[in-house]
């Protein structure tokens, strides 16, 4: 079983910056690949970023260049860097993480977009 605790999230102007942080209980993090996955009220939850366990990255169309996401293997923690944030980047931002055929989900950081 792994464990990712979300951290980060909060309100923040439109064109302000924040960076989650995903740390995870996993002996064997480095082999997993993550991600970070957002959902608005009454929308489905969708891929934002990914990183696999080489490190190759893969992002949503509506945040290509604006966020980053990156991964510390030795302290077990994945982030995603967010700027230039717009209001529809408001949303429940939730950590993934799978191996094999375990996935697992961290609890989600509140981002709200607002002036």
């Known amino acids: 079983q792994v464990q990712l605790v979300e951290s980060g999230g909060g309100l923040v102007q439109p064109g302000g910056s924040l960076r989650l942080s995903c740390a995870a209980s996993?002996?064997?993090?480095?082999?997993?690949?993550m991600a970070w996955y957002r959902q608005a009220p009454g929308n489905q939850r969708d891929l934002v970023a990914a990183?696999?366990?080489?490190?190759?990255?893969n992002y949503a169309d509506s945040v290509k260049g604006r966020f980053t996401i990156s991964r510390d293997n030795p302290a077990q923690t994945v982030y995603l860097q967010m700027n230039s944030l717009k209001p529809e980047d408001t949303a429940v931002y939730y950590c993934?993480?799978?191996?094999?055929?375990?996935?697992?989900w961290g609890q989600g950081t509140q981002v709200t977009v607002s002036s």
């Open positions: 993934y993480a799978k191996f094999g055929g375990d996935k697992f």
């Open positions: 990183i696999t366990s080489d490190g190759s990255t």
């Open positions: 996993a002996s064997i993090f480095s082999r997993y690949a």
